[in-house]
């Protein structure tokens, strides 16, 4: 595998585990020390027995020592949406996390929020397009904002917008 923009290769070739379960599989656990904060690229290739390979990659953030909330990731889909749609953000804490998703209408009057806590780093949220008072909401472009709040009292937020039509 490669890292960053780094030309030389890592092999993981001795680090490959067979799955059980099925030969076609199988798993590779490295830890990549002393990366830089910021967002970093690993890219893979991967052989078969008849020497067929193929690459993938991934992009992948480190945070530093700080433990800065970062959200990400913010969409819904669909996009627009007429029935439902789901509400997703990404975050990088990993501890349980009180967390709050408010819609609003454009003119900036609330329609509807969600409340909880959690420690899934992906978070989708169902939205069936109803207000507080369970109203379906009328054909519009609606933006929806996700606060997240750290455990020494830093809070983090990012919004996006919502597309309802009929």
Same mark, same amino acid.
């Given at each position: 595998?490669?890292? /960053? #923009?780094?030309?030389?290769?890592?092999?993981?070739?001795?680090?490959?585990?067979?799955?059980?379960?099925?030969?076609?599989?199988?798993?590779?656990?490295?830890?990549?020390?002393?990366?830089?904060?910021?967002?970093?690229?690993?890219?893979?290739?991967?052989? /078969?027995?008849? #020497? #067929?390979?193929?690459? $993938?990659?991934?992009?992948?953030?480190?945070?530093?020592? /700080?433990?800065?909330?970062?959200?990400?990731?913010?969409?819904?889909?669909?996009?627009?949406?007429?029935?439902?749609?789901?509400?997703?953000?990404?975050? $990088?804490?990993?501890?349980?996390?009180?967390?709050?998703?408010?819609?609003?209408?454009? #003119?900036?009057?609330?329609?509807?929020?969600?409340?909880?806590?959690? $420690?899934? &780093?992906?978070?989708?949220?169902?939205? /069936?397009?109803?207000?507080?008072?369970?109203?379906?909401?009328?054909?519009?472009?609606?933006?929806?904002?996700?606060?997240?709040?750290?455990? $020494?009292?830093?809070?983090?937020?990012?919004?996006?917008?919502?597309? &309802?039509?009929?």
């Amino acid at each position: 595998y490669w890292v /960053d #923009n780094n030309p030389i290769p890592i092999s993981l070739t001795r680090s490959y585990r067979v799955s059980l379960e099925d030969p076609r599989r199988g798993t590779v656990e490295s830890v990549l020390a002393s990366l830089a904060p910021g967002l970093h690229r690993v890219k893979v290739r991967a052989w /078969d027995i008849f #020497n #067929n390979y193929s690459e $993938n990659e991934t992009y992948f953030r480190v945070v530093g020592a /700080d433990s800065t909330i970062i959200v990400t990731e913010l969409l819904n889909y669909p996009n627009p949406f007429s029935e439902t749609t789901t509400l997703r953000f990404r975050h $990088n804490q990993i501890t349980e996390q009180p967390y709050s998703i408010s819609i609003y209408a454009v #003119n900036g009057s609330p329609v509807k929020t969600f409340t909880g806590k959690t $420690n899934a &780093r992906t978070m989708e949220i169902p939205w /069936d397009g109803r207000d507080e008072s369970g109203a379906s909401v009328a054909t519009g472009v609606y933006v929806f904002q996700v606060r997240l709040a750290g455990e $020494n009292g830093q809070t983090q937020s990012a919004g996006s917008t919502i597309v &309802r039509v009929r």
